[in-house]
Structure formats: structure tokens, C-alpha cells
Nanobody, 127 residues
Framework: QVHLVESGGELVQAGGSLRLSCAVS????????MGWFRQAPGEEREFVAA????????RYTDSVKGRWTISRDNAKNTVYLQMNALKPEDTAVYYC????????????????????WGQGTQVTVSS
């Protein structure tokens, strides 16, 4: 069974930076496409970023392009989300997710493609 644990969320001022981490245990990490999603209060969960199995490809939602970077360390079974230039509208609970058995270059953005989820970490950006 795959287990995902996010960390790194906290309160930060607008313009600041945070790095989220997601540690994955169980299974074979290099067989997982990894994604980050977020859910703001009263909103549906939405895609943020995804990275392919060996980090050859990455995909971002338009609102974070140029500000954030998804990466992974396959030796540490961990995926990261470096968030720079944070805005109040980035306030949300951030979830990482694993998608099993996709092709090497795959980066999915649909929630229903992902097979396992973490519990989330809260990011609050003050203005």
C-alpha cells in the first residue's frame, strides 16, 4: 500500500516562498507519476503541477507557471513543490498524489487519474 505524507505548509507573507515535500512509501516510486493539487475553502480541488516518473516532463496550471517548480528525488522517494512569489489566492490545502503505471513521459492533470493521495498540508498566504 502506498502512503504519502506532505509537509512544509505554513503561514507566509505575499511574495514569499515555501517548499512543500511529499514523502512516499510503499511500492516502487519510479513507477509513479506524481502530482500536486490544491483545494481552497469553498472550492473544488484543482490541479497544480505534475512530474513524470524520471522528471523528464513537468506540467503546470497556468496560474503558477513561472513561479513554481515541481521536482522529485527518486533516491529519496520524495516529490517537491517549490513555490515562489506566493499570492493570497494561493492559500489552500495542498495535496500530493501518485498515479501508478503510466508511461515514462506522462504528466496527468485529472484527479481521477491518481490512485493514492496524501492528507494535505495547509498553505496560508497573508496580504
Amino acid at each position: 500500500q502506498v502512503h504519502l505524507v506532505e509537509s512544509g505548509g505554513e503561514l507566509v507573507q505575499a511574495g514569499g516562498s515555501l517548499r512543500l515535500s511529499c514523502a512516499v512509501s510503499g511500492g516502487i516510486f519510479t513507477t509513479y507519476t506524481m502530482g500536486w493539487f490544491r483545494q481552497a475553502p469553498g472550492e473544488e480541488r484543482e490541479f497544480v503541477a505534475a512530474i513524470s516518473r524520471y522528471a523528464t516532463n513537468a506540467r503546470y496550471t497556468d496560474s503558477v507557471k513561472g513561479r513554481w517548480t515541481i521536482s522529485r528525488d527518486n533516491a529519496k522517494n520524495t516529490v517537491y513543490l517549490q513555490m515562489n512569489a506566493l499570492k493570497p489566492e494561493d492559500t489552500a490545502v495542498y495535496y500530493c498524489a501518485a498515479d501508478y503505471g503510466r508511461g515514462f513521459a506522462y504528466t496527468g492533470s485529472e484527479m481521477n487519474e491518481y490512485d493514492a493521495w496524501g492528507q494535505g498540508t495547509q498553505v496560508t498566504v497573508s496580504s
